[in-house]
């Protein structure tokens, strides 16, 4: 009996990542379905980015297909900017190291940041987005 309670902790473990596991496949599903429609996109944990023409699409994924839509026009941005830990950095000379990560368009009427998991995909996005314009 005393093995069987030493049991059960590892077996609500599998459990829970078994479950992890397949909500993140259904986010993926949601994703690869959803960005068919665009020129380039890109997921990860914190937000999906679909880049069609001049027009990026910005959400936040789920299971059911991504929540929280925001489009805006590359032609209504004035700056792209690097923010890593609340600090504005170049995207020429990113920090290697950072947690809070994310992309600013500055608008005539607003700011909007889209959050990304790695600096260099960061970066990536906001030297192709600027060279696009």
């Known amino acids: 009996m005393e093995r069987g309670l030493l049991w059960l902790p590892l077996l609500a473990v599998f459990i829970w990542l078994a479950w992890s596991g397949w909500n993140e496949y259904q986010k993926v599903e949601a994703y690869r379905v959803w960005a068919e429609q665009f020129e380039r996109a890109k997921y990860d944990i914190y937000a999906?980015?679909?880049?069609?023409?001049?027009?990026?699409?910005?959400?936040?994924?789920?299971?059911?297909?991504?929540?929280?839509?925001?489009?805006?026009?590359?032609?209504?941005?004035?700056?792209?900017?690097?923010?890593?830990?609340?600090?504005?950095?170049?995207?020429?000379?990113?920090?290697?190291?950072?947690?809070?990560?994310?992309?600013?368009?500055?608008?005539?009427?607003?700011?909007?940041q889209v959050p990304f998991t790695e600096i260099p995909l960061a970066v990536e996005w906001g030297k192709f987005l600027r060279n696009y314009k």
């Open 48 to 112: 999906v980015l679909g880049q069609k023409g001049k027009n990026l699409t910005w959400g936040k994924p789920t299971r059911s297909g991504p929540v929280d839509i925001e489009i805006f026009s590359l032609n209504d941005v004035q700056s792209i900017k690097l923010v890593v830990d609340g600090q504005i950095v170049t995207l020429e000379n990113p920090p290697k190291k950072g947690r809070a990560i994310a992309l600013e368009f500055l608008l005539p009427e607003s700011t909007v």
